[in-house]
C-alpha cells in the first residue's frame, strides 16, 4: 500500500476519535446532553475557576469544544480546531488538574495531556486528503 494512504487513514481515525470526544463534550457544556452540566452549570465553573465573564466564556469554550470537535471529525480547518483544543486543555492543566497532579484518578492533568500530544499531529500535519476542507 502506498505509505500516503496510511497516512490519510491515520489522520482520520485521529480525527474521528478526538472530534466525537469532543463533540459529546461540548454537548454536555453547551446543551446539557449526555448528563452533561449544560451552560448554567458551565458558567459556574467558570465563575469557581474565578474567570472574568464567566457566562461569555463558558460559551466561548463549550462552543470550541462542540465545534472544534465537529471541525475535527470532519475535516474542516483541522489545524485551527486542534490548536483551539489544545488551548483549552493548557488552560485547564493550569486552573484545574496541574495542583492535583500527573494521574487521572487524583484528578490530575494525565487526560489533558495526551489530548494535547494527539492534537499536536494534526496542528502541524493537518487532518490528511480524507477532509472535507482543510487548510
Known amino acids: 500500500m502506498n505509505k500516503n494512504i496510511f497516512h490519510d487513514f491515520s489522520m482520520f481515525i485521529l480525527r474521528s476519535g478526538l472530534g466525537t470526544i469532543f463533540i459529546a463534550h461540548g454537548a454536555q457544556k453547551l446543551f446539557g446532553m449526555f448528563g452533561g452540566i449544560g451552560i448554567d452549570g458551565t458558567t459556574k465553573m467558570m465563575?469557581?475557576?474565578?474567570?472574568?465573564?464567566?457566562?461569555e466564556?463558558?460559551?466561548?469554550?463549550?462552543?470550541?469544544e462542540f465545534f472544534g470537535g465537529v471541525f475535527l471529525l470532519f475535516g474542516v480547518i483541522t489545524r485551527y480546531a486542534a490548536f483551539l483544543i489544545s488551548l483549552l486543555m493548557i488552560i485547564s492543566i493550569w486552573k484545574i488538574d496541574f495542583s492535583n497532579g500527573f494521574f487521572l484518578q487524583n484528578g490530575g492533568f494525565e487526560y489533558d495531556l495526551l489530548i494535547i500530544t494527539a492534537c499536536i499531529p494534526l496542528i502541524f500535519m493537518g487532518g490528511g486528503s480524507w477532509s472535507v476542507w482543510d487548510v
Request: hydrophobic share 45%; aromatic share 24%.
Open 47 to 55: 465563575e469557581g475557576l474565578g474567570f472574568s465573564y464567566p457566562y
Open 57 to 64: 466564556l463558558a460559551i466561548i469554550w463549550s462552543s470550541i
